[in-house]
């Protein structure tokens, strides 16, 4: 499976933009960037994906680098109740597909 | 949005004891489900899939004795731990599909103490 690599924590003050780095250099063509994210204490959540072109939804944006080797998940303007675990998964779009969570982002907002 | 309800959301029990976790789906029908477990600081970890109707397919280092998982309807399953034991505590979610590999939502999580 390709793997992705992301850094353990980021921390960024509140209102303020935040960029969440995601390197995926062994990405194969059919895999597509997912982002989900965790609450404290609750399950995951979806926040968006893409496969080659820059994705907006109401959560936030994705943007993905030419050679699809890395992508950044863009909040625009955080709130505290963004601090969460931020996780980057390249899934395939086939019924065997699994969510396979690695350690993801601890992001900090500060006040 | 599609919503997957988990009951209880959190348990207390003594060792030796078993206890059955249950997950819903409430405005779809879900045609997998997914188990994760995940202690405190660390990620999530598939534990097991299950389609309706089928034996779940455990993942390697799950023991599928003890974790038993019933998927018997298209908006039910249920993981039970048995035999519990302090290691066991953890915080268990469950993940139902809908159709499309992409409609896929999480529950809200359980929090097992074995004491």
């Known amino acids: 499976d390709a793997k992705t690599t992301q850094p353990n924590s980021m921390e960024s003050n509140e209102e303020e933009p935040v960029h969440l780095p995601c390197n995926h250099s062994?990405?194969?063509?059919?895999?597509?960037i997912h982002w989900y994210r965790q609450l404290p204490s609750q399950g995951p959540e979806y926040v968006i994906h893409g496969l080659t072109s820059n994705v907006n939804n109401r959560m936030a944006s994705l943007a993905i680098a030419e050679d699809r080797k890395s992508s950044t998940l863009i909040l625009h303007r955080a709130t505290l109740r963004d601090a969460a675990v931020y996780y980057c998964i390249l899934r395939r779009p086939n019924r065997d597909d699994k969510i396979i969570f690695g350690k993801g982002t601890r992001l900090h907002i500060l006040p | 949005g599609a919503v997957v309800s988990q009951h209880p959301s959190w348990v207390i029990c003594k060792s030796g004891t078993s206890v059955k976790i249950e997950c819903r789906s409430l405005?779809?029908?879900?045609?997998?489900m997914f188990w994760y477990r995940q202690f405190p600081k660390q990620s999530l970890m598939l534990m097991a899939t299950s389609n309706e109707g089928s034996k779940a397919t455990y993942e390697q280092g799950v023991e599928k004795d003890k974790f038993l998982i019933n998927h018997a309807s298209l908006t039910l399953s249920t993981l039970t731990v048995t035999s519990a034991h302090p290691e066991d505590s953890s915080f268990y979610i469950c993940?139902?599909?809908?159709?499309?590999?992409?409609?896929?939502?999480f529950g809200p999580g359980t929090r097992l103490t074995v004491t």
């Open positions: 405005d779809f029908q879900a045609t997998t």
């Open positions: 062994t990405i194969s063509g059919t895999d597509y």
């Open positions: 993940s139902a599909r809908a159709g499309s590999p992409y409609e896929q939502y």
